[in-house]
């Protein structure tokens, strides 16, 4: 079972199946090489935890969500090629196989390395007061994994302005283009993310791997050989899925007129 961290950098609570993580740095919250792998260590047992099934991710205070990389760490020494941890920068940018949904709830300023943790979640809600940026440009350094992602969430053109400008956008915008799900009222927001938490807790956890894993896996195949993988079970989420209990659950509560009992397995 995942321990609970109630001081550090990193706070965390579980309700149900579904676990919060809050990042809670200073007064910005922005992630240095120690709390970085704090987050690695955080969401590899979240994505480890049969137990657990949704994640939010979320920010202290309601000024910042994130500002990405700390530069006064970085400027003690911190070195931007270090050892972010098991998950890369923010714990989730790079960690294999998280075959689980995950939201991110953004309040505030959302800039840099900030972005691009929220464009490593499967789902983004933000507060109006939400701003975003890729400002790397601007202190002579690259946006890389925005420079990876960005392009293909978004319309090129939009994506190389954002990259190229470092310029700010709010959250109508950021909506506009697609890249979060929901405007919300800042007293509304967590509340807003646990309600969609809850709505996935409930739904088929088995079917939610396999959708990330093809996902991800199919991002650079064509189109026939990602079906062809499907459809010879290729793919070690969707063989799973298809020898479970919880595929004949599905078909069982389909011809009974019920909702599905979903376990898991």
């Known amino acids: 079972m995942m321990q609970m961290r109630s001081d550090g950098p990193i706070l965390t609570r579980v309700e149900g199946a579904v676990l919060e993580v809050t990042l809670a740095r200073g007064k910005a919250n922005a992630i240095d090489l120690v709390t970085s792998r704090v ?39 911190d070195a931007v090629d270090g050892d972010y941890g098991v998950g890369g920068f923010g714990g989730l940018q790079e960690l294999p196989n998280l075959n689980k949904p995950v939201i991110a709830a953004v309040n505030g300023i959302c800039c840099g390395g900030g972005l691009e943790l929220a464009l490593s979640c499967d ?69 807003k993310a646990w309600d969609l938490a809850r709505l996935l807790e409930s739904g088929p956890p088995l079917v939610y791997a ?28 969707v063989d799973r899925l298809y020898s479970s209990e919880d595929q004949l659950e599905g078909a069982r509560a389909f011809s009974e007129k019920r909702d599905p009992v979903w376990k898991g397995r």
């Not at 894993?213 to 989420?237: G, H, P, S, W, Y």
Request: charged share 30%; net charge negative.
């Open 39 to 77: 987050m690695g260590e955080v969401f590899r047992d979240f994505r480890d935890d049969d137990a657990l099934r949704v994640c939010i991710l979320r920010a202290a205070g309601e000024k910042f969500f994130c500002p990405g990389w700390d530069l006064k760490a970085a400027a003690g020494g």
């Open 123 to 191: 789902l983004i809600l933000a507060s109006e007061t939400a701003v975003f940026a890729l400002p790397e440009i601007r202190s002579g350094t690259v946006a890389d994994a925005a420079s990876i992602k960005l392009p293909k969430r978004i319309p090129y053109h939009v994506a190389m302005d954002l990259l190229l400008t470092g310029r700010w956008f709010d959250a109508e915008e950021a909506q506009r283009w697609g890249l979060i799900k929901e405007i919300c009222a800042p007293e509304d927001l967590l509340a």
């Open 210 to 237: 396999a959708i990330k894993e093809v996902v991800r896996e199919a991002e650079d195949m064509r189109f026939q050989d990602a079906l062809n993988r499907i459809t010879k079970r290729q793919f070690v989420t």
